[in-house]
Structure formats: C-alpha cells, structure tokens
Nanobody
Framework: QVQLVESEGGLVQAGGSLRLSCAAS????????MGWLRQAPGKEREFVAG????????YYADSVKGRFTISRDNAKNTVYLQMNGLKPEDTAVYYC???????????????WGQGTQVTVSS
C-alpha cells in the first residue's frame, strides 16, 4: 500500500498561482501512476491531471489544459500540481491519488490522500 499526504492548499485571487504537493510513503512510489482529482461543492469528483510512473506521459482535463502542470520526483516520492491562471471555478477540494495499473482513468485510482482545499476568489 501507499500513503498519500497533500500539502496545504489555500486562498488565492483569480489569475494567481498555487503549487500543491503530495508526499507518498510505503510501497515503491515509482510503481504507481499518480493523479490529481478535485471535488467542488455540490459536484461530483472529477479528474484533473495524471502522470505515468516514469513521468514521461501526462494527461489533463480540458478545463485545466495549458494552465496546470503535473510533475513527479520519484527520488523524493512526491507528485506536484502547479496551478497557474486560477479561476473561481477551480475552487474545490483537491485529492492526490495513486494506482498500480498505470491508468489515467479516474475510476482506477486505488489510494487517496485526505484532500486539500483550494479557494479562488474573484
């Protein structure tokens, strides 16, 4: 198993930037595909970004493409989400997640962090 702990989110003005990190412990980090998902109030959880085990392949939701960047450092057992050009509609609880199958499908994530709140003010 792997345990995931997200960094603290925060409050940022529209157009601003924020970087989330997620530290993993337990089983070898590089065996997991990683992802970030989010859930806004009253909405279903949605996929935001995913990254392959090596970091060579990334995948983004259309709503964040060009604004968010996912990356990972396997030596530090950490995955990051750099968020630029934030919009009020990005307000949500953001979750770090991991899966062993190497999938970007949001239904395949097996392990989850506790979530961190990101609020974007207009």
């Amino acid at each position: 198993q792997v345990q995931l702990v997200e960094s603290e989110g925060g409050l940022v003005q529209a157009g601003g930037s924020l970087r989330l990190s997620c530290a993993a412990s337990g089983r070898t980090f590089s065996t997991y595909a990683m992802g970030w998902l989010r859930q806004a109030p009253g909405k279903e959880r949605e996929f935001v970004a995913g990254i392959s085990r090596s970091g060579a392949i990334t995948y983004y939701a259309d709503s964040v493409k060009g604004r968010f960047t996912i990356s990972r450092d396997n030596a530090k057992n950490t995955v990051y989400l750099q968020m630029n050009g934030l919009k009020p509609e990005d307000t949500a609880v953001y979750y770090c997640a991991a899966n062993l199958v190497g999938s970007f499908d949001d239904g395949d994530y097996e392990y989850w962090g506790q979530g961190t709140q990101v609020t974007v003010s207009s």
